[in-house]
């Protein structure tokens, strides 16, 4: 796929034997060319960038080489690991309107192709690994927020939705959701997780609440992946 070269200074290398094994997607509520910018200043404190961001019209700027590390990700967990970002690819896609709109279609076809180039290239990257911040950092983020198409996504392949097969969970959510790769309780406030949760697989309703279809959910999920 065509991407238009921006490269940014705020990179390192991958540390020794690293395989890259996530994805993570973010959205920017910054107007393109302030993200690129920021994404791209090695002069402030803490210094950000992603390997791609996506604009709304679909356009791409390869902003990291897939086979540096960027920092995107910060404190992150993920499948009991810490500091994702040695060993994950990192997409930011433009969205100036939080939850309030869709993504814009030609947006989300983009940034299919470029998801499904970039797993082509790692196939270490599962489709439970493919993640939104908010899965990596509950506590702290929401993006890409209850309007991104996961399920439009899965469908392509990438990542995965849940089909509900009404085998029940035993036991407690959040032992169950740390189970399927989520921060432990002790960590972070259960109550975040499971929004976090919500907001990727259950975007109807986003408040916490371990309620009997967010559980049918993560039992199918669980089932899905070999995790129950
Ligand atoms: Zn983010």
């Known amino acids: 796929m065509a991407y238009i070269e921006r490269p940014s200074p705020n990179h390192a290398p991958r540390p020794d034997g690293t395989t890259v094994d996530i994805l993570v997607l973010h959205y920017t ?19 950000v960038s992603a390997h791609y961001v996506l604009a709304e019209d679909g356009t791409t700027y390869r902003l990291v080489s897939e086979d540096r590390v960027a920092w995107h990700a910060g404190r992150s ?10 060993t994950s690819i990192g997409i930011e896609i433009v969205n100036l309107h939080g939850d309030r709109h869709d993504y814009p279609a030609r947006q989300i076809a983009s940034l299919i192709e470029l998801c499904q180039g970039i797993l082509a290239r790692h196939p270490a990257i599962e489709p439970r690994n493919v993640v939104g911040h908010s899965d990596v950092a509950p506590q702290r983020k929401i993006d890409p927020g209850r309007r991104f198409p996961w399920k439009t996504l899965a469908d392509a392949g990438i990542g995965l939705w849940p089909e509900p097969q009404g085998r029940p969970l035993f036991g407690e959510v959040p032992a169950a959701l740390q189970r399927y790769g989520y921060a432990p309780p002790i960590a972070v406030p259960p109550r975040d997780i499971v929004k976090a949760f919500q907001r990727h697989f259950r975007p109807a309703r986003v408040d916490g609440m371990p309620d009997p279809e967010t559980r049918l959910i993560l039992a199918a999920l669980l089932d899905q992946t070999g995790a129950r």
């Open 77 to 86: 967990h993920w499948r009991g690991r810490e500091a994702l970002n040695a």
């Open 29 to 47: 509520e910054l107007p393109l060319q302030e993200s690129l910018h920021i994404l791209s200043d090695d002069s402030r404190e803490t210094r």
